[in-house]
């Protein structure tokens, strides 16, 4: 079975960074887009970042400038470089990717269960 699990979640400062990575591991066969989703309490999950095999990239405008999506599809990983953080940042991150694998051979997309990353002094 195909799993995402995030990692590089945590407590930072107001200005500080954090690098949050993904893994997929499973039967995967191909790996599409990968992205980055957060969700606060009480609103909906908004797309942060996003990153085709190719390295084509798209932000949220709250992303633009600050955040960096990056992958290393050898080692089927995406990862979120995030600074000047933001007391509004505060929230859970979800990683997503577009995977084909077995036994299903047509693309699904999966999210792994979530990292908190909370911005406060």
């Known amino acids: 079975q195909v799993q995402l699990v995030e990692s590089g979640g945590g407590l930072v400062q107001p200005g500080g960074s954090l690098r949050l990575s993904c893994a997929a591991s499973?039967?995967?066969?191909?790996?599409?887009?990968m992205g980055w989703y957060r969700q606060a309490p009480g609103k909906q999950r908004e797309l942060v970042a996003s990153i085709t095999s190719g390295g084509s990239t798209n932000y949220a405008d709250s992303a633009k400038g600050r955040f960096t999506i990056s992958r290393d599809n050898a080692k089927n990983t995406v990862y979120l470089q995030m600074s000047s953080l933001e007391p509004e940042d505060t929230c859970v991150y979800y990683c997503?990717?577009?995977?084909?694998?077995?036994?299903?051979?047509?693309?699904?997309?999966?999210w792994g269960l979530g990292t908190q990353v909370t911005v406060s002094s």
């Open positions: 499973g039967a995967i066969l191909s790996i599409a887009a």
């Open positions: 997503n990717a577009q995977i084909v694998a077995r036994p299903d051979y047509y693309t699904r997309a999966y």
